[in-house]
């Protein structure tokens, strides 16, 4: 683990690229252009308590539309409705102008929150996430296709339905859904005015435009207070 909380000890990372004739064993005629992709998952302090929440608490499901609509290969962030409570899961559908969905995600989707971007990932980490935390487009046990988001793949347990991702906050530390065992630490929290968006730079293509972006939050809505260890009798 690396330490980022303190931004006068911050890590330096260093990649020597090697030449063109280590990289190939023939070099090409025109050399190519190399992109170098960093992409790390990182733990941060909760900003709210871990203590379990209070008796009468329940997770709400919230299936909404969000604005603007997208256009194809647009750039622009798509807000979502007004939220509040702490958030479990962010999840996302992406349908055409006829309702179907589609895969016209960005190469690198960013969820914002009050203009601050919390996630900025490959969308095949976000495939993979989803196959860790959700056990969507996960290959079977010793299966060769790995985290292969294909219904075609024979080894696909549950596979991805096309037009959906969706980011995990019930992970915590050991980045693993426990259930009820959860300490909430990861939750996103929320209220009535904070501001949730997905951007894209730039969107996929859709044929039938324009493509409209709903949000599947599952919201964790608090009923008194929480508790504090066991109440006295």
């Given amino acids: 683990?690396?330490?980022?909380?303190?931004?006068a000890l911050l890590p330096d990372l260093q990649m020597p690229i090697a030449t063109l004739s280590t990289l190939f064993s023939t070099a090409p005629s025109v050399s190519p252009t190399l992109v170098v992709q960093n992409d790390a998952d990182f733990y941060w302090l909760p900003n709210i308590p871990v203590d379990p929440p209070g008796q009468?608490?329940?997770?709400?499901?919230i299936y909404q539309p969000c604005n603007p609509p997208v256009p194809s290969g647009g750039s622009l962030r798509v807000q979502l409705p007004r939220l509040g409570g702490y958030l479990a899961w962010l999840g996302f559908d992406l349908r055409d102008a006829n309702g179907a969905r589609?895969?016209?995600?960005?190469?690198?989707p960013g969820i914002f929150v009050d203009s601050v971007e919390l996630v900025n990932s490959d969308i095949q980490t976000i495939y993979e996430d989803m196959a860790i935390n959700f056990g969507v487009g996960a290959g079977a046990y010793g299966g060769t296709n790995g985290y292969s988001q294909t219904a075609a793949?024979?080894?696909?347990?549950?596979?991805?339905?096309?037009g959906v991702i969706a980011v995990s906050r019930k992970t915590s530390l050991a980045q693993m859904d426990l259930g009820l065992l959860d300490t909430g630490e990861k939750f996103l929290s929320s209220n009535p005015g904070t501001q949730v968006e997905l951007n894209g730079v730039p969107w996929g293509t859709i044929g039938a435009t324009p493509g409209n972006l709903s949000a599947v939050i599952g919201q964790i809505v608090p009923s008194?207070?929480?508790l504090q260890g066991l109440p006295e009798v």
């Fill in 1 to 7: 683990m690396i330490a980022a909380a303190n931004a």
């Fill in 56 to 61: 009468g608490t329940t997770l709400q499901c």
């Fill in 102 to 108: 589609v895969d016209a995600w960005p190469a690198r």
């Fill in 153 to 162: 793949a024979t080894s696909i347990v549950n596979p991805r339905p096309t």
């Fill in 224 to 226: 008194g207070r929480l």
